[in-house]
């Protein structure tokens, strides 16, 4: 057999994926995958292993096909010698030289007959092979132990062949092989009998009508007439029957043996002949159409690693500053909330606070606290430009401003606290929190913030009126 | 508009600080290491870049920015500068460029204003549970001067508190009527390519065809995925069903059981990671003890009877949890997994095994060899929770930093076997027969095409069963 080029890819596939799946990574193949990323994805598959195995590596996985090839040689030449014993079997059985040309054919033919019958049920049912391969492989790991070879290249083998489907095809060649050399066996030794030995064929029945024979006689005689071979016409043939005296002997031998060996030839042989290139064809369609199973994790991963979908192109534009201010702060204010409940003269401001304005004391969780005034939500311009001028006003002491603590404290808020906390009165930040998650991330962010527009860490509180989870 | 279009097509990114907008490149490019994402605001401080391709082919070039901070600040600075001439807007960004605000306290916002002049179309990412306030309104002015086509997206719309009504009626208000809605952290595969589709309609003819070429690989590629992670399913399914743990005589049932427990648990956690990997997830990105699958072990184990009644299977009490004992000649495995075979098409192949395996259980049951291996409760669960996996694997975005979180399966009251589960069952009868299949005996597996061909057959049905049972499309 010689290896299939399709099917020594695929082999080699494998021999990395059973690699690399006890987590060996080659080095190089980074490398060697960033230059395949313009081929299609199978053929990059292929050429990735192609590259990847050392030629050493790619000879051993060769082993197994030539020690393939050993064993059918051995067989082929085992099964020719049978072939041969098997006719002059048949043959020794001839009493006085006279032999029965029908029962000569049906033991030489018949149960190649069946077989090939067999065969041709099964070739038309899908899967039957699948079981088989194992007595197959059982072969090969006998074979490989006997030669002392990598198992892994074996391996291999066994999942790339598994993969193909093409076993009833491999299995059929191999029938058939073996098959049309125990018929050449056959044909070289009947046609060195017949030229050494002199036989005289005759037939018999005892409750056919004789008609019977003498048209499967001529039947058998169609093709090979076609030839132009010399064969025994209806009157040869009823003289040749048990009993009668032919006139011409000699010229009746030489008609009955010509029948005999183009019969072998072309109703034994030949089937089989065709039958096996048949074999071959269809074996070598599916191994040269073999590809990596890209529907297997492994081999789907790899297509993406090789046709990635994505690729990064880095930064564009960098951030001038090197370093940013890291703060670090304590845990939680509980103590400004006191403070706040105890302060008397204070000015109520919205920081992008989301809900009714001015709200409902208890709605801020401040149900103490005497606000003298209500200044504005802070939503957009406008509003902010009249809290600044509002707050300015030298009456107000205390300026409390309501933020969102799920909001984000971003550089307009910041400057916003800055500008108010440049007023006369003093500023303090109170957080209402809606959501009760984990949030010492956002309450670290807060107090970041505050930092940076100057306000003391004293006077920023947050309150947990949580109500309900953020789902998402 | 022009015929060809000239590849990639670049899409800024902008939008208000902490909206999500690396969040949702994350997503869209599958890849949880793009930039740094965190709950505080000014995150990104730079401008980064990623492609998404088609067959080697740049086709969308992703611009993740800065976020805008002080808008209603960015937009005074450009009105002052503004000479009182009429000028168009892009020659106002420019103007503003080139002074000095934009080299010092909106140097980040300059950035953005960097890749509007120079992008096809922005994306407006918008935090949907945010209050319309004018500082977003800001900003949109201020993108709106650079004359590109806005495609206003709403993330954090799985929220229970997301506004997308009052956004809907500030855009359709702007003029922009085009908007998408889209989750970066509950992802949508179809909201992904209701996304593409809408750019369609949205931009210039010529960018038609890339796009559509876009649509369709990724659509291809979603596919290719379900499949791969059905394989794996399959896979782990069949190991572990033809699996057997030999009782010796000097080992006690009890720590044959355990043997068995521990070598079930290790498949399926191999399994469970390898299922986040194909959805490129790591589990390591998240720490140790986040991800139900953390430490090598599902935080649920397999034989807590506990995890059988969350996923809707009644415990059965055998004394070795999770196993059975084989002994001898199984009759009933037998018949059925010859029914199964001849449903499988492999009728003769089937009959033939099944004659091996009664040869090689009557050896067993002579020479006094017994065996455990998994009980059908155990398949059963590792079927729908490695099916529960998929599920939640399908539906998180790359940008989600939470545990991946494996939903209750619906049929909890339901705790017959399903037709989904007998379905799958079946299959893997047939493997309860084949022992070898889990096991390489020597050098060689035995039979791997009748194995391989299981597999496939079982990640047909279960492609099936996801999608029709489960809704996994
Ligand atoms: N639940 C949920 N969270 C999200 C979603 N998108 C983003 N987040 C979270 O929102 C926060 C901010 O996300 P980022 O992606 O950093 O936002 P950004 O817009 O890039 O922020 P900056 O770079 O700071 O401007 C993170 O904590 C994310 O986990 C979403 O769709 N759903
Ligand atoms: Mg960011």
């Known amino acids: 057999m010689s290896i299939n080029k399709q099917l020594m890819r695929l082999i080699q596939c494998e021999y990395l994926r059973l690699e690399e799946e006890t987590g060996v990574i080659r080095a190089g193949s980074k490398e060697i995958e960033r230059q395949l990323q313009q081929l299609p994805a199978e053929q990059a598959i292929v050429e990735r292993a192609n590259r990847l195995l050392s030629i050493t590596e790619k000879n051993s996985l060769q082993a197994p096909s030539r020690h393939y090839r050993q064993l059918s040689i051995a067989l082929l030449g085992f099964f020719g010698i049978l072939g041969g014993l098997a006719t002059v079997e048949v043959f020794s059985g001839v009493e006085q030289a006279s032999a029965n040309f029908f029962w000569i054919l049906l033991a030489l033919l018949g149960v190649n007959a069946i077989s090939m019958f067999i065969w041709l049920l099964l070739i038309g049912w899908p899967n039957s092979a699948d079981q088989n391969d194992s007595w197959l492989m059982s072969i090969q790991a006998w074979l490989s132990r006997k030669s002392s070879q990598d198992t892994s290249a074996l391996r291999a083998w066994q999942q790339a062949i598994s993969t193909t489907g093409g076993q009833q095809w491999h299995?059929?060649?191999?029938?058939?092989?073996?098959?049309?050399?125990?018929?050449?066996?056959?044909?070289?030794?009947?046609?060195?009998?017949?030229?050494?030995?002199?036989?005289?064929?005759?037939?018999?029945?005892?409750?056919?009508?004789?008609?019977?024979?003498?048209?499967?006689?001529?039947?058998l005689a169609t093709l090979p007439s076609l030839l132009g071979i010399q064969l025994p016409t209806a009157s040869h043939v009823m003289v040749s029957r048990v009993g009668e005296s032919p006139q011409d002997p000699d010229e009746l031998r030489i008609l009955w043996s010509n029948l005999l060996l183009s019969s072998l030839a072309i109703y034994g042989l030949l089937p089989r002949a065709v039958a096996l290139l048949f074999a071959i064809f269809a074996r070598r369609h599916h191994w040269n159409n073999v590809l990596p199973d890209v529907s297997t994790p492994y081999y789907?991963?790899?297509?993406?690693?090789?046709?990635?979908?994505?690729?990064?192109?880095?930064?564009?534009?960098?951030?001038?500053?090197?370093?940013?201010?890291?703060?670090?702060?304590?845990?939680?204010?509980?103590?400004?909330?006191?403070?706040?409940?105890?302060?008397?003269?204070?000015?109520?401001?919205?920081?992008?606070?989301?809900?009714?304005?001015?709200?409902?004391?208890?709605?801020?969780?401040?149900?103490?606290?005497?606000?003298?005034?209500?200044?504005?939500?802070?939503?957009?311009?406008?509003?902010?430009?009249?809290?600044?001028?509002?707050?300015?006003?030298?009456?107000?002491?205390?300026i409390v401003l309501i933020a969102r603590f799920e909001a984000a404290p971003d550089r307009g808020i910041i400057r916003l606290i800055r500008q108010l906390n440049s007023k006369p009165a003093t500023l303090w930040l109170l957080l209402i929190q809606h959501r009760s998650q984990q949030t010492s991330q956002q309450w670290h962010d807060w107090l970041s913030a505050a930092t940076d527009a100057q306000l003391p860490q004293q006077q920023v509180g947050r309150l947990n009126i949580g109500i309900g989870n953020d789902g998402a | 508009m022009e015929p060809k279009a000239n590849l990639p097509l670049n899409i800024a990114v902008v939008g208000h600080t902490n909206v999500g907008k690396t969040s949702l490149i994350r997503t869209l490019t599958r890849r949880n290491s793009?930039?740094?994402?965190?709950?505080?605001?000014?995150?990104?401080?730079?401008?980064?870049?990623?492609?998404?391709?088609?067959?080697?082919?740049?086709i969308v070039r992703l611009l993740d920015t800065p976020g805008f901070e002080d808008s209603i600040g960015l937009f005074d600075t450009i009105e002052t500068l503004d000479d009182g001439r009429e000028k168009l807007g892009i020659d106002r960004l420019a103007l503003f460029l080139q002074s000095k605000e934009a080299a010092s306290s909106f140097s980040q916002e300059a950035k953005v204003i960097r890749q509007l002049l120079e992008c096809d179309v922005a994306f407006y990412v918008i935090d949907a549970r945010e209050p319309v306030l004018g500082k977003y309104q800001d900003e949109l002015r201020i993108i709106s001067l650079a004359a590109k086509p806005i495609f206003p997206l709403l993330n954090f719309v799985a929220s229970d508190n997301s506004r997308v009504d009052q956004w809907t009626k500030l855009l359709k208000a702007l003029n922009l009527h085009t908007s998408m809605q889209f989750d970066s952290v509950a992802y949508d595969f179809f909201a992904e390519q209701q996304l593409y589709k809408k750019m369609q309609t949205m931009l210039a003819v010529g960018w038609q065809q890339p796009l559509e070429l876009l649509i369709n690989h990724r659509l291809e590629a979603w596919q290719d995925l379900l499949i791969a992670a059905a394989n794996r399913v399959a896979t782990l399914l069949i190991d572990t069903a033809s699996y057997r743990q030999a009782i010796t005589k000097d080992t006690s049932l009890a720590s044959s059981a355990k043997q068995l427990q521990q070598t079930i648990r290790k498949k399926e956690n191999t399994a469970a990671l390898d299922l986040l990997a194909l959805f490129k997830f790591q589990s390591d990105d998240y720490g140790a003890n986040l991800l139900p699958v953390s430490e090598n072990s599902w935080k649920l184990d397999l034989f807590d009877p506990k995890t059988l009644k969350l996923f809707g299977i009644k415990a059965t009490s055998t004394a070795a949890k999770g196993a059975v004992i084989g002994l001898g000649i199984d009759m009933a495995v037998g018949g059925v997994s010859l029914g199964a075979a001849a449903a499988l098409g492999a009728l003769l192949g089937g009959l033939w095994q099944t004659g091996k395996q009664f040869g090689r259980e009557a050896i067993a049951y002579v020479s006094g060899e017994r065996y455990l291996c998994a009980e059908d409760?155990?398949?059963?669960?590792?079927?729908?929770?490695?099916?529960?996996?998929?599920?939640?694997?399908?539906?998180?975005?790359?940008?989600?930093?939470?545990?991946?979180?494996?939903?209750?399966?619906?049929?909890?009251?339901?705790?017959?076997?399903?037709?989904?589960?007998?379905?799958?069952m079946l299959s893997l009868k047939i493997a309860r027969n084949h022992p070898q299949w889990s096991k390489r005996q020597g050098l060689v597996e035995f039979a791997p095409t009748a194995k391989q061909r299981c597999i496939a057959a079982l990640t047909t049905i279960i492609i099936a069963q996801w999608r029709e049972t489960y809704n996994i499309q």
């Open chain 1, 300 to 398: 789907y991963q790899l297509k993406m690693r090789l046709s990635p979908d994505t690729v990064a192109e880095g930064i564009v534009d960098d951030d001038a500053e090197t370093c940013h201010q890291t703060h670090n702060f304590s845990a939680s204010n509980t103590a400004t909330i006191a403070k706040l409940q105890q302060l008397d003269d204070v000015c109520l401001a919205g920081l992008e606070y989301d809900g009714e304005w001015p709200p409902a004391l208890s709605a801020i969780g401040l149900d103490d606290l005497a606000p003298i005034m209500f200044s504005v939500n802070a939503i957009d311009r406008s509003s902010r430009e009249q809290l600044l001028s509002e707050a300015g006003n030298n009456s107000i002491r205390n």
């Open chain 1, 171 to 219: 299995l059929s060649v191999i029938s058939h092989g073996l098959w049309l050399a125990f018929l050449s066996g056959t044909l070289v030794m009947a046609w060195l009998l017949l030229s050494m030995r002199q036989f005289d064929f005759v037939w018999e029945t005892t409750i056919l009508s004789g008609d019977a024979f003498v048209s499967i006689s001529q039947w």
């Open chain 2, 377 to 424: 409760n155990t398949l059963i669960l590792i079927w729908r929770r490695s099916t529960s996996l998929t599920s939640a694997l399908r539906h998180r975005g790359h940008a989600a930093q939470k545990p991946v979180m494996i939903a209750k399966p619906q049929s909890e009251a339901n705790t017959e076997e399903t037709t989904a589960d007998q379905q799958v």
């Open chain 2, 34 to 58: 793009f930039g740094d994402v965190s709950s505080s605001p000014g995150t990104t401080r730079h401008v980064e870049s990623q492609v998404l391709m088609v067959t080697g082919q740049k």
